[in-house]
């Protein structure tokens, strides 16, 4: 039996015995922390009857975390959340749950950890005080063990949610505990939480030092004597251990260096994210006391500033989107599948890189991205002590940006995917000495515990041009803004401004470059503008009402459309590809998200930024990127073909490893394309009649791949296609169902719009609906839901029984449809 089977099967002495957590909640039982999310009990306060007070006659529902109430919520034009804020209103919320701790856990250390509770949340125990966190993004922990009852007297924890003061977020928040809460047991000889940093100063394809500087913490009320060893695992398989005999003092600290090397390491990159384990045991007199598991990979990278980002010694160009929190219909509340699956959808179209925005992420976010090999920007905060909105996190800045900047640092610096440390975006005192002097504050504190990653900042733009904010450059005139040239920055980030991109070198020499948030283009999923050739600003300027747009609130989804102080996708991705010191971009946004629906107000509610869809569905232009940014042969043709008879309409194409495509319609050849100098799509103007549009791409005379969209009769059936037809029947796991809108023939309906209702069977239940339409005000915690363009999304969440789920879909005067899951 190896070592790390042992360890797997080892009982650790200090593991909590909990009474009110299920099976499924206690997972592994090694782990020092078990699952604390199910069984709460939630009460949303009435603001004229509750009057934040708790009674005998409150109501309260069970649920189980996480949770965000405000998705469950009507829309509102009047909500003080702001249409920024996705209209959808926070509140103050409370949540209880009471546990059982076993008489042999008495001489333990037990707290309760929150991986991020929106916001001002204040826990009690047993009528105890414990703390208040305002931050609603950041980890946190309360020692419960002086509090505690023990055996048969029972415990409750209580937690108070304050959303109420709004607008407080210029996106949408969601509101509760709507990340993981877990419950941790260790003896009062162990590692402190977040209590291992690992890193790797040399690495070669030969050997790699790795290094360990590990926190002991000892609760005792004598010294301890005790034998730490750090093995590090592959797999299964052990690589190499290093021990060392420690003294520690009662109620002590103490900090211990470790290294050791690996010979002929599996390195960490972005298409095999490879990953060790390291085990940190701590020993009494022979006896295991405590083991804490760290994953991590060996890399090696640099910010160059002639070769931009080199990730191993090879040049990797970052090919990056930006990413709010929130799970489209599911809202905030973490579930690791809907994560998994928004990676999966941009790892196909070949991204390599995710911008935390503006937020430190979910742990759950790192751990995937780890797995699956992503370039992460890890940011911190969207404002400092100047506020954005009234009741945003500048009024508890000077109490906590110190201690949450740290405490994400601490959380987050062994992720091999986490590259480069963001200190905030757009902030408003980059242009004065304010942002200078806490710029240098927040890059100290950072340094302090993580000297293995470059800060930048995303500013808009770095370049002062005659004392104006200006993206045109004039060489004589311009100069960096004040945190740019503050030397508080390793990177300098640029957020927009593809204009100066090419003057870096010179504006900022000795300095790499990164394109921290970029083109902010704008598109509805399926809805197509007469022609293409014309690109709209929407709106004129950030800070005058848009009075135009499209009946319905839509936005062509050629790439025509974009925001005054952005591009359309292709303008800059043609800068950044062309330069190798241009290290890579982050692109604003990889998925639509609630609230912010530029350029629109009401009754829009969601962005239109995303490549993806608030519902998953790539939009057009994921094509154009998956034609860049992967080998894999792509042709996509669009739009669809459905118009009025002799209408002229633009048919684009996005293809690669071929010379030319060609189009036919209706058997006849309309001509061939292909894309001269740095040309990323081709078009044609087609006078319109029905029938079939056929793109056949050629390389060499030889067809590399054909495509085509046909003509829809009346709509009058369904397709339903599951990501996953077998999912664990752990009350957590996913399934996300397309359903696809078809003619008698199953040929797609591209402009159905029907209302579809669903009903479901066996031990499942639907957890959020969607079209992706950002003016639908219809609820995503329903059973119906009207299709955008031919498409609506179901969610499907097991429950805890094995068996079969079956969905059907029905509308009026269409056919029904049913589609099996297995939960397992």
């Known amino acids: 039996m190896n070592k790390i089977h042992i360890l797997k099967t080892f009982v650790v002495t200090g593991l909590l015995t909990i009474a009110a957590c299920s099976s499924s909640d206690t997972k592994e039982q090694n782990n020092r922390k078990v699952a604390f999310n199910k069984g709460w009990q939630f009460h949303l306060n009435d603001a004229v009857k509750d009057k934040d007070t708790l009674n005998a006659t409150t109501q309260w529902r069970t649920l189980n975390l996480p949770h965000d109430w405000s998705i469950e919520g009507k829309f509102d034009e009047n909500s003080p959340a702001g249409i920024g804020g996705g209209a959808l209103t926070g509140g103050l919320g409370w949540y209880k749950k009471t546990f059982s701790v076993a008489p042999a856990d008495s001489t333990k250390i037990t707290s309760i950890v929150f991986d991020g509770v929106y916001n001002n949340s204040e826990v009690w125990i047993n009528g105890h005080y414990l703390g208040k966190r305002p931050n609603g993004y950041i980890s946190f922990e309360y020692n419960l063990t002086p509090y505690l009852n023990y055996g048969d007297t029972k415990n409750e924890v209580l937690v108070k949610v304050n959303n109420a003061q709004q607008p407080n977020s210029r996106w949408y928040s969601g509101s509760g505990i709507y990340r993981n809460v877990w419950l941790q047991t260790t003896n009062k000889l162990h590692v402190g939480t977040y209590g291992t940093y690992i890193t790797t100063p040399q690495v070669s394809a030969e050997k790699a030092t790795v290094a360990f500087e590990t926190s002991i913490n000892n609760n005792n009320a004598e010294p301890k004597e005790a034998t730490v060893t750090t093995t590090i695992f592959k797999g299964d398989s052990e690589v190499t251990s290093v021990s060392q005999e420690i003294s520690i003092p009662a109620n002590a600290e103490k900090k211990i260096k470790q290294e050791t090397n690996v010979n002929k390491p599996v390195l960490w990159n972005v298409e095999s994210p490879e990953l060790y384990t390291a085990i940190t045991e701590v020993k009494v007199d022979g006896n295991v006391v405590d083991f804490y598991s760290t994953p991590f990979g060996i890399r090696s990278f640099k910010f160059d500033v002639d070769k931009g980002f080199l990730l191993n010694g090879k040049q990797v160009k970052i090919k990056g989107v930006c990413l709010h929190h929130d799970l489209g219909p599911l809202g905030t509340a973490i579930n690791t599948r809907a994560i998994e699956r928004q990676l999966e959808i941009l790892k196909e179209m070949g991204v390599n890189g995710i911008r935390t925005s503006h937020n430190p992420p979910a742990p759950e976010l790192l751990d995937l991205c780890d797995k699956m090999g992503f370039i992460v920007m890890d940011e911190a905060f969207d404002m400092w002590k100047q506020q954005k909105n009234k009741y945003d996190y500048s009024n508890n800045w000077d109490e906590w940006h110190k201690k949450d900047l740290e405490d994400q640092i601490l959380r987050d610096r062994n992720h091999p995917s986490v590259f480069m440390w963001s200190i905030g975006n757009e902030i408003p005192e980059q242009w004065d000495e304010r942002g200078a002097k806490i710029g240098k504050e927040l890059a100290?504190?950072?340094?302090?515990?993580?000297?293995?990653?470059?800060?930048?900042?995303?500013?808009?733009?770095?370049?002062?041009?005659?004392?104006?904010?200006?993206?045109?450059?004039?060489?004589?005139?311009?100069?960096?803004?004040?945190?740019?040239?503050?030397?508080?920055?390793?990177?300098?980030?640029y957020n927009y401004a593809h204009e100066t991109y090419t003057q870096h070198k010179k504006n900022f020499p000795g300095i790499p470059f990164i394109a921290t948030e970029t083109t902010s283009a704008l598109a509805t999923r399926g809805y197509y503008d007469a022609k293409s050739d014309t690109i709209k600003l929407w709106p004129k300027r950030w800070d005058i009402p848009f009075n135009e747009g499209n009946p319905g609130n839509t936005v062509s989804a050629y790439d025509q459309v974009q925001a005054p102080w952005g591009s359309t996708h292709e303008a800059t991705w043609k800068v950044i590809k062309k330069h190798d010191y241009l290290s890579g971009m982050y692109i604003w946004t990889g998925f639509d998200y609630i609230g912010e629906p530029t350029p629109y107000q009401w009754p829009s509610i969601s962005s239109y930024f995303g490549i993806v869809d608030l519902a998953g569905f790539p939009k057009d232009i994921y094509y154009m990127y998956q034609s860049e940014w992967t080998n894999k042969d792509v042709l996509h043709i669009f739009p669809h073909w459905n118009w009025k008879e002799g209408q002229n309409v633009d048919v684009w194409t996005y293809y690669n490893n071929a010379d030319e495509v060609e189009l036919y319609l209706n058997g006849k050849s309309l001509g061939k394309r292909s894309k001269q100098g740095d040309d990323l799509h081709v078009m044609w103007r087609v006078p319109y009649t029905a029938g079939t549009l056929k793109a056949v791409s050629r390389k060499n005379g030889k067809t590399v791949l054909e495509k085509e969209v046909k003509t829809a009769g009346a709509p009058a059936a369904f397709k339903l296609t599951a990501d996953h037809s077998t999912i664990k029947a752990d009350g957590n796991d996913l399934s996300f169902i397309t359903v696809d809108i078809t003619d008698d023939k199953g040929v797609f309906a591209a402009t159905a719009n029907n209302e579809i209702n669903f009903s479901i069977k066996g031990n499942g239940k639907i957890v959020g609906v969607c079209s992706g339409d950002p003016v639908s005000h219809e609820p995503y915690k329903a059973s119906k839901h009207t299709a955008l363009n031919g498409k609506c999304l179901v969610i499907v969440q097991s429950g805890e029984k094995a068996g079969t789920i079956e969905l059907t879909a029905s509308a009026n005067g269409l056919k029904s449809e049913s589609i099996k899951i297995t939960a397992e």
Not at 463 to 485: R, Y
């Open 444 to 493: 100290s504190i950072v340094k302090t515990l993580d000297t293995t990653r470059p800060i930048t900042a995303a500013m808009n733009p770095p370049i002062v041009v005659n004392g104006d904010v200006n993206i045109q450059f004039e060489e004589t005139a311009a100069k960096p803004n004040a945190l740019a040239g503050s030397g508080a920055l390793d990177i300098i980030g």
